[in-house]
T-cell receptor, first 117, second 110 residues
Framework: GAVVSQHPSRVICKSGTSVKIECRSL??????MFWYRQFPKQSLMLMAT?????????EQGVEKDKFLINHASLTLSTLTVTSAHPEDSSFYIC?????????????FGDGTRLSIL | GNSVTQMEGPVTLSEEAFLTINCTYT??????LFWYVQYPGEGLQLLLK?????DKGSNKGFEATYRKETTSFHLEKGSVQVSDSAVYFC?????????FGTGTRLTIIP
């Protein structure tokens, strides 16, 4: 089946550091990639949608300058949390879809647990 | 807008019990419906899906039927196992975005 790899799985760093998270589709070309944030025992909150070669579309309330998304190729998207602070600590999950359309499932990475000290 | 209402947990069952997790939705048009499962510390895995009314999605003994008349997509399994312990999310797509329910934590005790 479709495999999405997310790296790193866990990051612990000091306040003010910028952190980059990678999301790769290993066996298919991802037309669209999605970035979610999940707080403990809560559902996933969509942060942004990115299409290869174009700017990401951010959901309302998500700071574009804080969460930089780059979708440079059909197999790689990155999320950079700039100047991270403790309130940015969360579980970040990416997903990828190989085709457009609502019938196509999204394939999820295993997530990145970000802890800012 | 689209929304998904999911039975709140946590749900605790004994092994081999029958499972139902309720899910209802509100959406414009004809969304596709999904159940995803999240094991501890991991991302989400697609469990099953249905793309049109009366479709039944099934996988690993789990089933869910797309009921347009009741706007529901309840998840069922006849005999649960300890390995089914996880968080289950009902979701629908609209405009190529997933809308998730709040998730239901399921614990199966031996």
């Amino acid at each position: 089946g479709a495999v999405v790899s997310q790296h790193p799985s866990r990051v612990i760093c000091k306040s003010g550091t910028s952190v980059k998270i990678e999301c790769r589709s290993l066996d298919f070309q991802a037309t669209t990639m999605f970035w979610y944030r999940q707080f403990p025992k809560q559902s996933l909150m969509l942060m942004a949608t990115s299409n290869e070669g174009s700017k990401a579309t951010y959901e309302q309330g998500v700071e574009k300058d804080k969460f930089l998304i780059n979708h440079a190729s059909l197999t790689l998207s990155t999320l950079t949390v700039t100047s991270a602070h403790p309130e940015d600590s969360s579980f970040y999950i990416c997903s990828a879809s190989g085709d457009r359309g609502d019938n196509q499932p999204q394939h999820f990475g295993d997530g990145t647990r970000l802890s800012i000290l | 807008g689209n929304s998904v209402t999911q039975m709140e947990g946590p749900v605790t069952l004994s092994e081999e019990a029958f499972l139902t997790i309720n899910c209802t939705y509100t959406a414009t048009g004809y969304p596709s419906l999904f159940w995803y499962v999240q094991y501890p510390g991991e991302g989400l895995q697609l469990l099953l899906k249905a793309t049109k009314a009366d479709d039944k999605g099934s996988n690993k003994g789990f089933e869910a039927t797309y009921r347009k008349e009741t706007t529901s997509f309840h998840l069922e399994k006849g005999s649960v196992q300890v390995s089914d312990s996880a968080v289950y999310f009902c979701a629908l797509t609209g405009n190529e975005k997933l809308t998730f329910g709040t998730g239901t934590r399921l614990t199966i005790i031996p």
